[in-house]
């Protein structure tokens, strides 16, 4: 089997009108600018209105994409709707998508949280790569502020509403999805839950006066989390492309908070003018964050022929995402240029002794890291009866009230 591969043809991005500032904020929960400024880097975020829907969201962005890309929906092999936050459980959204765009093709929803874009991209490009399907379109969207509870200060401040699509065609050449790391750690997935709305909770109104039906964050195991696995997926899929940190063009990463981005970026040596980071003006927009981040990039000419491109994904589960895309289609290359890379050749010993080099610094790096979190953490009061008690997110409500 010959296998193709994925251009990124066509993309689009929505965001709702209503932006909702900092300042906002403060008169509707005990918070404040500066706090929010420093401890996430957020700014603003845009919340849609009574009206929309992820589907709505979904559509505005995918009709964007699907113009860039010189394509009807009807030209369409698959769709791709990767979102936690769907209009409803069943009918599914990206069934609803695929009716409200005109198109006849496949489609399915992905829920892999912040990571559903970066999942849904390297899905869609298995579908082109084994030459089953020519177009498929992927959808990044989440309305995320219908599931907040406004009143929860540690949730409401970092999230916003929004959508971002790509679509990818088959190519000759050597573009597109170039390697993937993708991952899954379900035991911390209680870090991060909605706990009501699902079969593991019965709906009824004890339930909604807990408020189980909003987003629940255990805010620094997430940190913890993040900040330990974006730079050892960033440096795994790099070795999987056959490069080192020193190849990205643009890293991407999952736009959730500064301080994060800033502690991965530190540990893999990478500077800050190779990374974007567009959080401030849309806050975490979870499965729409990368999107969003990637096609504000190619707006503003951050990308060009031949780029590579590293996108790099944290989120519900707990899971991880990440990957390598080569942009547009560099020219003189063709595909068995391309199949010349995997000949090992004394360019593939220096690179690997330099992935070496870096995955030990980055190690050192985490060590360090953690002993001054540690360290931090043991002049904390210490909280004995943690565990014996409710879970934390009936801790917190219960303690509210
Ligand atoms: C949520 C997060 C910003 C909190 O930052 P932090 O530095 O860990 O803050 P802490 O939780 O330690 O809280 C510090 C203090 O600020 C307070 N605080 C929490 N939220 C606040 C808010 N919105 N405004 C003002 N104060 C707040 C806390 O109550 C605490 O007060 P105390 O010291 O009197 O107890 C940070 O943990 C984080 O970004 N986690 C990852 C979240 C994430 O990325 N989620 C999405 C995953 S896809």
């Not at 795994?236 to 959730?256: F, R, S, W, Y």
């Not at 927009?285 to 503003?300: D, N, V, Y």
């Amino acid at each position: 089997m010959s296998l193709r591969y994925s251009q990124i043809s066509g993309w689009g991005k929505y965001v709702p009108e209503k932006v909702l500032t900092n300042f906002d904020l403060e008169k509707m929960v005990d918070t404040n600018d500066e706090w929010i400024t420093q401890r996430t880097g957020i700014k603003e975020r845009h919340i849609a209105d009574e009206a929309e829907t992820s589907s709505s969201m979904a559509v505005a962005a995918a009709k964007k994409a699907l113009d860039v890309a010189g394509l009807q929906a009807t030209d369409l092999d698959l769709i791709i709707v990767s979102t936690s936050s769907p209009d409803y459980l069943v009918p599914i959204v990206s069934s609803l998508v695929q009716d409200k765009l005109g198109a006849t093709c496949p489609a399915f929803t992905l829920v892999t949280g912040c990571t559903g874009f970066v999942y849904g991209l390297v899905t869609g490009h298995q579908f082109i790569a084994t030459g089953a399907y020519d177009n498929v379109l992927v959808i990044g969207v989440e309305l995320i502020s219908k599931f907040l509870d406004w009143t929860d200060r540690d949730t409401c401040v970092l999230f916003g509403d929004g959508a971002g699509a790509v679509v990818l065609a088959a190519s000759n050449t050597p573009t597109g999805v170039k390697s993937f790391d993708l991952g899954s750690d379900g035991a911390k997935g209680k870090h991060l839950i909605v706990p009501g709305l699902g079969t593991a909770t019965k709906i009824d109104h004890a339930m909604i006066d807990r408020g189980e039906q909003y987003l629940r964050m255990n805010g620094r195991e997430v940190f913890k989390f993040a900040t330990r696995v974006m730079p050892k997926s960033t440096l795994k899929v790099l070795e999987n492309a056959g490069m080192t940190v020193d190849d990205i063009d643009l890293l991407i990463p999952h736009q959730a908070n500064a301080r994060i981005i800033d502690l991965a970026i530190r540990r893999l040596g990478i500077p800050k003018e190779k990374v974007f980071v567009n959080l401030h003006k849309y806050g975490n927009t979870s499965a729409a964050s990368i999107p969003l981040a990637l096609i504000e990039a190619i707006e503003e000419g951050r990308l060009k022929e031949g780029d590579h491109i590293c996108m790099v994904s944290f989120g519900a589960g707990l899971t991880w995402a990440s990957t390598v895309v080569q942009w547009g289609q560099p020219l003189g290359q063709t595909a068995e240029v391309a199949d010349e890379d995997l000949i090992w050749d004394i360019n593939a010993l220096r690179k690997r002794l330099a992935r070496t080099s870096t995955s030990v610094r980055v190690k050192a790096r985490t060590v360090l890291d953690e002993t001054s979190y540690k360290a931090g953490t043991l002049m904390l009061p210490l909280y004995t009866s943690v565990g014996k008690r409710l879970p934390w997110w009936s801790r917190k409500n219960s303690r509210k009230k």
